[in-house]
Structure formats: structure tokens, C-alpha cells
């Protein structure tokens, strides 16, 4: 066996210590070395998204984008909830409902 020192050799003692150091930091501070990008490289949209409601999605697209997809007789449902909410106050119930 040679004792001969090669960067190989060199590395694993390295690593051990960036191992210990990286257990004892919260993902937090590990994870605020690095930008949005790279922190979020390798990760569906969906397993993003589902840990925002959609509320919060849906107020940074302009109106057009929230509204894409939609049909016309589903917005129209929505305008006429809002207005009997608005005339009623009540969340859009009737008196009788």
C-alpha cells in the first residue's frame, strides 16, 4: 500500500468535515447559500405548488391569465355569485337559502 498522497486521498477527509458541518446546520441555513434556481433545480412544478394556496398563486398573473381556461358561462356563474353576495351580503344565500 503506498502512502503517496493523491487528490482522491486528500478529498475524504475533507468531505467527513463538510459532512459534520452540513449536519449541524438547520436546511435553512444550508439551503440560503443558494438562489431560488438552484434550490428549486430538479423539482416538478407540481411538488412546488402545492404548498401554496391559491390565493397566493393566483394574485401575481393579471386578470386575463386567472381567467384562462375558463368558460365564458363559468365566469358569468362566479359574476353572478359575487353580485348576490355584494346585494345580500350574506356570502350569496338567498333569504330562503
Do not use: C, H
Not at 443558494?34 to 398573473?61: F, N, T, W
Not at 365566469?75 to 333569504?95: D, S
Amino acid at each position: 500500500m503506498s502512502n503517496e498522497w493523491t487528490p482522491e486521498k486528500a478529498m475524504k477527509p475533507g468531505e467527513k468535515w463538510i459532512n459534520a458541518v452540513l449536519d449541524a446546520m438547520s436546511p435553512e441555513e444550508v439551503l440560503q447559500r443558494y438562489g431560488p434556481e438552484d434550490r428549486l433545480k430538479g423539482l416538478r412544478p407540481e411538488g412546488v405548488l402545492k404548498y401554496y394556496a391559491p390565493e397566493q398563486l393566483l394574485k401575481e398573473l393579471p386578470p386575463e391569465e386567472r381567467l384562462s381556461g375558463l368558460r365564458p358561462e363559468e365566469i358569468e356563474a362566479y359574476l353572478q355569485k359575487l353580485k348576490r353576495q355584494e346585494k345580500f351580503g350574506n356570502g350569496g344565500r338567498t333569504v330562503e337559502g
